[in-house]
C-alpha cells in the first residue's frame, strides 16, 4: 500500500486529488495538508511514502516545504502537482528534491501512474515539461547562470546584512535548521564554502546588490 500526503491550498482541488487516490488500488491518502508548513509537520509526522505538492502555498512554497522534507525524510518521494511551468519553477522543484512534475491538467490515470513510478524510484516529468528541461539543457551558447530560490536569496540577503542564523529564522518565519540548509545549498550552487565567500560571490554574479546586503 502506497502511503500518500496531500499537499494543496485550494480545499475543493485537494478533495478533487484524495478522491482520484482514494479510489485508486493500492494507495492510501495517509493525510492533508493547506500550507506549506502544515506538508512539512505533517510529513515529519506520518512518514509518507510520497507527498504530493502543490507548489503555490501560505506560509510556506512548494518549493521550500519540498527542500525541508527531502532534507528530513530522504526515503520519502515528493511528486508536485501544479499549474505551473516556468522554467524557474521546475528547476527550483528540481533543485529542491522533487523526484517527478506534473501538471494537474494531467489525466487522472497519468497522475496515478506517476504516484507509483516514483514510489518505485522513476523520475516522472509531464511531457511539456521534459520538453522544456531539454531546450533548457540546449542553449549552449547561454552564459551559466546562478539560480537560487526566492527563500534562498532572502536567507543570503540577511546574511549579507551581518545576521546570525537564530535572527534570520526569526525574521523569515522559519527555524534555524532550515536557515542553515538553506545556506548549504546556496554554498553548492555558488561553489563557496562559507557565508563571506558567499555573499562575496552573490555580489560579483548580481545575484544580490549592494544596496540590499548593506554594503
Do not use: C, W
Amino acid at each position: 500500500m502506497i502511503r500518500v500526503l496531500v499537499a494543496d491550498d485550494h480545499p475543493i482541488v485537494r478533495s478533487g486529488i484524495v478522491g482520484l487516490l482514494t479510489d485508486a488500488a493500492g494507495i492510501e491518502v495517509a493525510g492533508e495538508a493547506a500550507t506549506g508548513t502544515e506538508a512539512v509537520d505533517r510529513a515529519l509526522a506520518l512518514r509518507p511514502d510520497l507527498v504530493l505538492m502543490d507548489l503555490r502555498m501560505p506560509e510556506l512554497d512548494g518549493t521550500e516545504a519540498t527542500l525541508a522534507i527531502t532534507t528530513e525524510l530522504p526515503e520519502t518521494r515528493v511528486l508536485v502537482l501544479t499549474t505551473y511551468e516556468s522554467d524557474d519553477h521546475i528547476l527550483g522543484a528540481i533543485e529542491a528534491g522533487a523526484s517527478g512534475y506534473l501538471l494537474k491538467a494531467a489525466p487522472s490515470d497519468e497522475i496515478i501512474a506517476g504516484v507509483r513510478a516514483v514510489v518505485e524510484g522513476d523520475t516522472v516529468l509531464a511531457p511539456s515539461i521534459a520538453a522544456t528541461l531539454v531546450k533548457r539543457m540546449q542553449r549552449p551558447d547561454e552564459p551559466t547562470a546562478v539560480s537560487l530560490s526566492p527563500r534562498e536569496t532572502d536567507v543570503l540577503r540577511l546574511v549579507a546584512a551581518g545576521k546570525s542564523n537564530p535572527q534570520i529564522g526569526r525574521e523569515l518565519f522559519i527555524g534555524e535548521a532550515t536557515v542553515k540548509t538553506h545556506l548549504l545549498h546556496t554554498y553548492e550552487k555558488l561553489g563557496v564554502s562559507d557565508r563571506t565567500q558567499a555573499v562575496l560571490r552573490a555580489l560579483d554574479l548580481g545575484v544580490i546588490d549592494r544596496d540590499s546586503s548593506g554594503r
